[in-house]
């Protein structure tokens, strides 16, 4: 069973665009949604993360908006730049317990065309 | 200033030929992880050690065993590698559990032939 289910598998955005990434869970205990940047050859790196007591956090031209009725977070990256041409993981995990596990969404690969 | 270090970066072995991957971090991070990923996919979590505690996935093949013989290291050991098993391997960190972020390391790509 599929924890995480994560779209579009693929996205093409011209620069200055808005990129939007959606992921969906299945267990409400999940409470810490973390989003992953990975370029090639490289580990993947965190870049947002948000707890479900706030439905947005902003950080520079990243957005999480979190929908938790909906089970539903999504990425958004504004003024989209070519180097932000990656693949990216949202990821879910338990905040508090006895475990750091995430269970990573499927990823999509952006490319951001100049 | 890399943080967490993997070598090596390319690892080529035979089918059936013991293989064994490290990775050391200077972040004094209490937990270690091993993943793999294979291509196109997303990381999948091996293991991971919180200071000497060992806690192996369920779905981990038997194939797979890590050691850690202090807080810097961490190796993962795969007894006899079949085709399937070729993937990139990434060892992350955290400082502990909750909202720590995972520090990944650049990941070792291994090959079976």
């Known amino acids: 069973q599929q924890q995480v289910k994560q779209s579009p598998q693929s996205l093409i955005v011209q620069k200055g665009g808005i990129s939007i990434i959606n992921c969906a869970y299945e267990?409400?205990?999940?409470?810490?949604f973390p989003w992953y940047q990975q370029f090639p050859g490289k580990g993947p790196a965190l870049l947002i993360a948000?707890?479900?007591?706030?439905s947005e956090k902003k950080e520079g031209r990243f957005t999480i908006s979190f929908n938790k009725s909906a089970k539903q977070f999504s990425l958004h990256i504004m003024d989209s730049q070519p180097g932000d041409s990656a693949t990216y993981f949202c990821a879910v995990a338990y905040y508090g317990g006895a475990t750091n596990k995430l269970i990573f969404g499927t990823g999509t690969l952006l490319a951001v065309q100049p | 200033d890399a943080m967490v270090i993997q070598n090596p970066r390319y690892q080529v072995t035979q089918f059936g030929k013991p293989v064994t991957l490290s990775c050391s971090q200077t972040l004094n991070h209490n937990v270690m992880y091993w993943y793999q990923q294979k291509s196109s996919q997303a990381p999948k979590l091996l293991f991971h050690?919180?200071?000497?505690?060992?806690?192996n996935e369920a779905d981990t093949p038997d194939n797979f065993q890590s050691r850690r013989p202090n807080t810097s290291f961490c190796f993962l050991d795969i007894r006899s590698p079949g085709l399937g098993d070729a993937a990139m391997y990434l060892c992350a960190t955290s400082k502990g559990w909750g909202d720590q972020p995972q520090h990944f390391g650049d990941g070792t790509r291994l090959s079976i032939l």
């Open positions: 948000i707890r479900p007591d706030v």
């Open positions: 267990n409400t205990a999940f409470d810490y």
């Open positions: 050690y919180y200071d000497k505690d060992f806690n």
